[in-house]
């Protein structure tokens, strides 16, 4: 099956810096363990990184190992705690991939 060919997606740095000014801060860290109160403070200094990150992962087609790993957890939608039904699987990631992530789709 041959998928049709997509154009070039450059992710930039103003685009990080913004999403990264804009985390909110009381979130918990993710599965890196990395505060997004941190990464919102050092928004400036780590947004040009990142965007290499993220634009040399399109380039590749390859997702650096630490962000192929989330933590799940069940969580409760509706209903008794007690029955296995009233759950639903939660992932937790690491605040990079769910960055990385939504540059992607703003691009699309």
Not at 2 to 28: C, Q, R, Y
Not at 51 to 73: C, E, K
Request: glycine share 6%; with cysteine; aromatic share 6%.
């Amino acid at each position: 099956m041959e998928f049709p060919k997509m154009e070039n997606i450059v992710i930039t740095a103003p685009g990080v810096h913004k999403l990264l000014a804009n985390l909110d801060g009381s979130k918990s860290a993710g599965t890196d363990e990395l505060s997004p109160r941190v990464l919102k403070e050092i928004c400036f200094e780590i947004a040009r990184l990142l965007t290499s990150i993220f634009n040399q992962t399109l380039q590749d087609g390859q997702v650096p190992a630490d962000w192929r790993h989330g933590n799940i957890f069940p969580l409760q939608k509706i209903g008794s705690k007690s029955l296995a039904t009233n759950y639903r699987p939660s992932s937790h990631l690491c605040m990079q991939q769910n960055n990385g992530a939504h540059n992607l789709f703003q691009c699309l």
